[in-house]
């Protein structure tokens, strides 16, 4: 008896394995990795903020930025800007429960150069940023990721 619960425990454990990796149920079929770079950009150029707040010893100060107003904008001034992986470019991977409960497809990696507006113009700073995206290609907030 005990031999036959183990079993079926094994079975529908190896059926569940199977089902989360390969993302069943999502319906989007097979999607290429461009098509996860220009979500991700999308989300970027529409989630940018103008101003930010940050703390010195003086006390609070705010920096302006010069937001890129769309993808092509954004592509002609950071042509190689844009990596889709299943990780990281540091190898960062979410916990693979995080990965199976929020279809996680893979992280695109957006290397660009902010523009920060000064009183004597504008100056780039590099920066990057990580969008991890479902497997229909749609934005995944990271705190359902990293805990």
Not at 10 to 38: K, M, N, P, T
Not at 115 to 143: D, T
């Amino acid at each position: 008896m005990t031999k036959r619960v183990l079993s079926l425990g094994l079975l529908f454990a190896g059926f569940l394995w199977v089902s989360l990796l390969s993302g069943c149920g999502s319906g989007c079929g097979d999607i290429e990795d461009e098509v996860f770079i220009q979500k991700a950009l999308e989300h970027f150029i529409a989630s940018q903020n103008e101003t930010a707040t940050y703390y010195t010893v003086d006390g609070p100060k705010t920096r302006v930025y010069d937001v890129y107003t769309s993808v092509g904008e954004f592509h002609a001034e950071n042509p190689n800007c844009c990596s889709f992986g299943y990780a990281g470019d540091d190898g960062a991977l979410p916990a693979w429960w995080a990965r199976a409960n929020n279809d996680y497809a893979g992280t695109v990696v957006i290397k660009y150069n902010a523009r920060v507006v000064e009183e004597n113009g504008i100056r780039e700073e590099g920066r990057s940023r990580w969008i991890s995206l479902s497997s229909c290609a749609a934005p995944i907030n990271p705190s359902k990721l990293w805990p």
